[in-house]
């Protein structure tokens, strides 16, 4: 990329297709859109990737949609990705229908059998691209709506055990109102039957939060109830929200709420 471009570019294609192997300039990828459909592989390295003011972690295996209405930015060390950018005129409408449809896109990890797939059916049609021949149109569209089709296909599922996933940790979290209590990565990892690192990683990766985050935003939300519902002094608050230590709920309250919880009270009851 030898262009530099501002926040908020536009990120053009020439022409109606393009499928490359390319590393990411992250000395030059402000938030910014593009006026194609994108999708991308991970093939190698590491990176942040802001996505419709979201963050995501990228890794290797992560498969990403960015539509013309999407906006995003890449930040790390190093990062290669594979690429299939697409004109949206060129695109069937069932294509079409399935990418507008994504309510809020996100990063999808694909397991080794689907990565293979994806990651040979994107080098056979770079390949094809590359041949520079009209005679090769109709395999390269064949091409390209078959690996959107599988996209949508992994999505599809993908979606469905990931909101089965975040209900399994909320429920956890929130039954007899454990927040409340000194809980533990371990015990939410047991429960929902993976690793710790597995289960804070995409917990991050699907909700956009950590667990703790999450864990604090349910503290807070009962020490709102009890502010309002009750004449609880702050320490007996603090206390019964789970919070370790008066100048923590502070802390927090007001990175949440903007205000103070006696201005909090005040304002609400």
Not at 73 to 84: A, D, T
Not at 197 to 225: C, L, N, V
Request: hydrophobic letters at 35%.
């Amino acid at each position: 990329m030898n262009k530099t471009y501002e926040k908020g570019a536009l990120f053009p294609l020439e022409g109606d297709y393009l499928s490359e192997t390319s590393h990411c300039d992250m000395e030059n990828n402000p938030l910014h859109y593009h006026d194609h459909f994108e999708l991308e592989l991970v093939i190698e390295g590491t990176a942040k990737q802001t996505f419709n003011n979201m963050m995501f972690d990228l890794n290797v295996g992560d498969v990403f949609l960015c539509r013309p209405i999407d906006s995003h930015s890449i930040k790390g060390e190093y990062i290669l990705f594979r690429h299939i950018k697409v004109k949206e005129k060129v695109l069937p409408m069932w294509i079409l229908n399935k990418a507008f449809a994504l309510q809020n896109p996100k990063v999808y990890h694909l397991e080794k059998d689907d990565f293979e797939a994806i990651n040979n059916l994107m080098i056979l049609t770079e390949k094809e691209i590359n041949k520079h021949d009209d005679s090769r149109n109709d395999i390269i569209s064949g091409l390209i709506d078959l690996i959107f089709g599988y996209f949508f296909s992994i999505a599809g599922e993908k979606n469905t055990s990931e909101q089965e996933f975040l209900q399994k940790v909320s429920y956890f979290i929130q039954h007899d109102n454990n927040f409340r209590s000194n809980i533990k990565l371990d015990d939410i990892a047991k429960y929902v039957g993976y690793s710790k690192f597995y289960t804070s990683s995409m917990f991050h990766k699907i909700s956009g939060q950590t667990i703790q985050e999450f864990i604090i935003d349910k503290r807070i939300e009962y020490a709102k109830s009890l502010l309002l519902k009750t004449d609880y002094p702050v320490c007996r608050i603090v206390d019964e929200s789970g919070f370790g230590s008066t100048s923590n709920f502070y802390s927090q309250f007001i990175k949440k709420e903007g205000c103070s919880p006696i201005e909090y009270k005040e304002k609400n009851r």
